[in-house]
């Protein structure tokens, strides 16, 4: 069980607009940066937002980032194909003094 | 280029040791924090344990917390994760990351390519 929850899947077809939500508690997404990470299968995670909504050079503008008190969101609009791939969110815990991870989203792209 | 290869997985017994290593290249090793990061086959990630960028300080998953120690050595440009009495639950692909700023923030920018370790009799 995870500490940060994602819904374990989501779905879009080519152009829509899918989000990812990631809800946590007052000692960890409260209080503390968000960051979202995307897995393409048989790759290390890359960097897709830092502090709760900014975008890394070289990530498009299609992938954006958003914080609301304990939760976040990540929204891709325009999909794509090459979109498929886990995304995680992440963010420091102060009361576990550690990392903590969502359980990862898998998203198909139909 | 900034570089992170980790080495040293393999294939260990249920209540043995095992250390994994991520050597880095490309950056000034000693300016960073760094990370390992673990993910059982077909499943998520989940963090480990960080250190800082001078060593001083080291922090744990509760899940290896009194089993597991990492370490760094700034004169070898190497990170180290320390494994004992390794459990079946163990098992996973072991990555190492480098944070991008001084604090405790998951802010990785630069992952390895990982390193298997199997915990099976």
């Known amino acids: 069980q995870s500490v940060l929850t994602q819904p374990p899947s989501a779905s879009g077809t080519p152009g829509q607009r899918v989000t990812i939500s990631c809800s946590g508690s007052s000692s960890n997404i409260g209080s503390n940066y968000v960051y979202w990470y995307q897995q393409l299968p048989g790759t290390a995670p890359k960097l897709l937002i830092y502090r709760n909504n900014q975008r890394p050079s070289g990530v498009p503008d299609r992938f954006s980032g958003s914080k609301s008190g304990t939760s976040a969101s990540l929204a891709i609009s325009g999909l794509r194909s090459e979109d498929e791939a886990d995304y995680y969110c992440?963010?420091?815990?102060?009361?576990?003094?550690?990392?903590?991870f969502g359980g990862g989203t898998r998203l198909t792209v139909l | 280029q900034v570089q992170l290869v980790e080495s040293g997985g393999g294939v260990v017994q249920p209540g043995r040791s095992l250390r994994v290593s991520c050597a880095v290249s490309?950056?000034?090793?000693?300016?960073?924090?760094l990370h390992w990061v673990r993910q059982a086959p077909d499943k998520g990630l989940e963090w480990v344990a960080f250190i800082w960028f001078d060593g001083s300080h080291t922090y744990y998953a509760d899940s290896v917390k009194g089993r597991f120690t990492i370490s760094r050595d700034n004169s070898k440009n190497t990170l180290y994760l320390q494994m004992n009495s390794l459990r079946v639950e163990d098992t996973a692909l072991y990555y190492c990351a480098r944070v991008v700023v001084t604090t405790t923030e998951p802010y990785f920018d630069y992952w390895g390519q990982g390193t298997l370790v199997t915990v099976s009799s």
């Open positions: 992440t963010a420091w815990d102060d009361s576990l003094s550690g990392v903590v």
């Open positions: 490309g950056f000034t090793f000693s300016s960073y924090g």
